[in-house]
């Protein structure tokens, strides 16, 4: 995780370890979120977790029921076409308004996750690479400071199958390819080719799921 200096508060420290979790794996989809057990694995008071795990609640990363507490959202492979669609458009928003915003500092650090990708790639580590594929785009979007933009971003990913998708055979080859696409026109600061890359990235890993998903 990064550290807290990077959050504003506590709250979207522990929003922040929750999205990466439910993204890697793991939290499953479906599976109950313990408030006792988040607050001493991050080593925080409950208080934040509550209000984090609120703030996911609104965003769709988790359904609060009385009766089981909060629970990590299902897979919707009806809604994930339209997904898909909205996150193509507002992904290559915040990837286009980021590619010049980027720092040099920013760029050293998506070219170690590329390295960390790459490396968990190599081991077949799926869990690690939904991770470091999380923290790569991440990064950039908030290099566009476009706030509004990744909220809503963050929900489509809430919705979106990323830990079906990795599991498709060689597809965390494919996807560290992709990456390299998309870090190579960052560093020429191209950004037709970054957002060439980027619509390739999210377009071809969906394309791919549906076919498996139909046979």
Not at 16 to 45: H, N, V, W, Y
Not at 59 to 84: C, K, M, Q, W, Y
Not at 137 to 164: G, K, M, N, S
Request: proline share 2%; net charge negative; aromatic share 8%.
């Amino acid at each position: 995780m990064e550290s807290q200096a990077k959050h504003q508060t506590k709250e979207e420290y522990v929003a922040d370890f929750l999205r990466e979790g439910i993204i890697s794996g793991q939290f499953p989809r479906g599976s109950k979120l313990k408030q006792a057990q988040i607050a001493e694995m991050i080593g925080t008071s409950i208080t934040p977790v509550r209000e984090a795990i609120k703030l996911l609640e609104a965003e769709g990363f988790i359904l609060g029921t009385s009766h089981r507490g909060a629970i990590v959202a299902p897979f919707d492979i009806n809604a994930t076409e339209e997904i898909t669609d909205l996150r193509v458009t507002l992904e290559c928003k915040l990837g286009l308004k980021a590619v010049s915003r980027l720092t040099s500092q920013d760029i050293e650090e998506l070219r170690v996750l590329q390295d960390q990708i790459e490396d968990a790639a190599a081991r077949g580590d799926k869990d690690a690479v939904r991770t470091i594929n999380y923290r790569f785009h991440e990064l950039i979007y908030i290099a566009a400071e476009l706030p509004q933009t990744l909220r809503f971003v963050r929900a489509l990913w809430a919705r979106y199958p990323f830990d079906l998708i990795n599991r498709l055979e060689n597809r965390i080859d494919r996807a560290s390819q992709e990456h390299r696409d998309m870090l190579s026109a960052i560093i020429a600061r191209d950004e037709v080719a970054f957002v060439q890359a980027l619509r390739s990235h999210i377009r071809s890993a969906w394309d791919e799921f549906k076919v498996s998903y139909s046979e």
